[in-house]
């Protein structure tokens, strides 16, 4: 489906755009616009509630728009959110599927259990650049630094995350191995679904 998402929806090059954004105390309330090919765009609503223990919450609302020839893309590639950390946040622990990397169709040869591993151990050096790194039935997943200090992330459902030094434009571009350049952040990837590698 790579072509569809590229050509159909422009998923590789959406762009994002503030509609509005409310503050009512420990409540922040952000809808934005992500556009992409053929009039297509989603819609998100996202709040986040601040507890006074530095606990937030977030709920997340996407609704896609557009004409059919966006709106009939047979699936969507992942349905998640992204953010960068600083590099000395470099161990990913989790509780779900593991040890190893595993997708929604590869996944049987996995088992539950609490794993841990640093960014570096998440790589997976294939011949070709691919995605690489996601781990299924999250139930929660921590990324911390060498003292123990980070975030934690609870899904109310399952998660997938993953965690990597590359960039998904570096990723995507590379054609070798040696095309891939650290950046100087890591990228924590927090996915409600995504594609299996058979794209099921």
């Given at each position: ?83 960068e ?53 999250i139930?929660?997943?921590?990324m ?15 998660l ?41």
């Open positions: 489906y790579e072509g569809i998402w590229r050509s159909r929806a422009g998923l590789d090059k959406l762009e994002h755009k503030l509609i509005s954004l409310e503050i009512e105390g420990a409540k922040i309330t952000a809808k934005h616009e992500i556009s992409g090919n053929n009039n297509g765009r989603f819609i998100t609503k996202s709040v986040m509630i601040i507890a006074k223990d530095g606990q937030i919450s977030f709920d997340y609302d996407i609704k896609p728009e557009g004409n059919k020839k966006f709106m009939n893309i047979p699936s969507l590639p992942k349905i998640g959110t992204q953010c950390l600083p590099k000395s946040i470099d161990n990913m622990t989790w509780y779900g599927k593991g040890p190893y990397h595993n997708y929604t169709d590869r996944s049987r040869s996995s088992f539950i259990g609490t794993f841990s591993k640093t960014v570096d151990e998440m790589y997976i050096n294939y011949p070709y650049p691919q995605e690489y790194g996601n781990r299924t039935e139930r929660w997943v921590s911390t630094d060498q003292n123990g200090v980070g975030i934690k992330v609870n899904g109310s459902v399952p997938e995350a993953s965690v990597r030094n590359y960039s998904d434009e570096n990723i995507e571009k590379a054609k070798h191995t040696y095309e891939l350049k650290k950046a100087n952040v890591n990228f924590f990837n927090i996915d409600y679904a995504q594609c299996g590698v058979g794209n099921d």
